[in-house]
Nanobody
Framework: QVQLVESGGGLVQPGGSLRLSCAVSGFDLDYATIGWFRQAPGKEREAVGCTSSNFGITYYTDSEKGRFTISRDNVKNTVYLQMNSLKPEDTAVYYC????????????????WGQGTQVTVSS
């Protein structure tokens, strides 16, 4: 059974940092493509970035480029989303999702999802 568990969310002040983790079980991360998504209140879930099985990494919006970094540890079967210089508009529930093949930036492109972790950026 494939399971994804996100952790590391919380309340942080603007300009602060958080590192989210996505622990994967039931699937070898060596073959997995992991997408990070977020959903703010009243908005659709949007893609943040993705790491594919060949260690390719893609970031989907200019806002995250340079502030967010995706990495993966295939030994620990965990993918990370390091978020720096956080802004109030980064407030959302952050999800990781798993599939295989190339990276995708749409929700329907992933079969397995975690439960999400809340990130709140506020002073």
């Amino acid at each position: 059974q494939v399971q994804l568990v996100e952790s590391g969310g919380g309340l942080v002040q603007p300009g602060g940092s958080l590192r989210l983790s996505c622990a994967v079980s039931g699937f070898d991360l060596d073959y997995a493509t992991i997408g990070w998504f977020r959903q703010a209140p009243g908005k659709e879930r949007e893609a943040v970035g993705c790491t594919s099985s060949n260690f390719g990494i893609t970031y989907y919006t200019d806002s995250e480029k340079g502030r967010f970094t995706i990495s993966r540890d295939n030994v620990k079967n965990t993918v990370y989303l390091q978020m720096n210089s956080l802004k109030p508009e980064d407030t959302a529930v952050y999800y990781c999702a798993l599939d295989w093949g190339h990276c995708r930036d749409y929700v329907s492109g992933y079969n397995y999802w975690g439960q999400g972790t809340q990130v709140t950026v506020s002073s």
